[in-house]
C-alpha cells in the first residue's frame, strides 16, 4: 500500500514564495510530481521528476519560477514557488507512479496525494 501525503499549502500575496511538500511511502514509488486544479480548469501537470532526481520537467507558465527536487533517503519530494502569480491558485495533487523516468500523462501515476490548497492573492 501506498500512502501519498503533502503538505505546505496556504495563503500567500502575489510575489511571494510557498515550499510544498509530499511523502510517498511504500516500493512501488519511482517517479514523481504535482498536478494542480483550479476551478473550472482541467487538471495539468505543473512539474515532475524521475526517480534518480536528475531530469524533470515544467509546465511553461512555471518555468523560472518553480523548482522541483526530491530526497529519496526521506521518500520525499519538494515543490518550491517563487514570484506566485494569482494565476498560480489551485488545489496541488502530489503524484507517484511506477517509472523511472520522468512521465507527464496523470495516467502514469497510480498513487495520488489529497491535495493541498494554494491560494495566491492580488
Known amino acids: 500500500q501506498v500512502q501519498v501525503v503533502e503538505s505546505g499549502g496556504g495563503l500567500v500575496q502575489a510575489g511571494g514564495s510557498l515550499r510544498l511538500s509530499c511523502t510517498a511511502s511504500g516500493t512501488l514509488v519511482r517517479g514523481m510530481g504535482w498536478f494542480r486544479q483550479a476551478p473550472g480548469k482541467e487538471r495539468e501537470l505543473v512539474a515532475a521528476i524521475n526517480y534518480s532526481g536528475d531530469t524533470s520537467t515544467y509546465t511553461d507558465s512555471v518555468k523560472g519560477r518553480f523548482t522541483i527536487s526530491r530526497d529519496n533517503e526521506k521518500n520525499t519530494i519538494y515543490l518550491q514557488m517563487n514570484s506566485l502569480k494569482p494565476e498560480d491558485t489551485a488545489v496541488y495533487y502530489c503524484?507517484?507512479?511506477?517509472?523511472?523516468?520522468?512521465?507527464?500523462?496523470?495516467?502514469?501515476?497510480?498513487?495520488w496525494g489529497q491535495g493541498t490548497q494554494v491560494t495566491v492573492s492580488s
Open positions: 503524484v507517484a507512479g511506477r517509472y523511472l523516468t520522468v512521465r507527464t500523462s496523470p495516467t502514469h501515476y497510480d498513487f
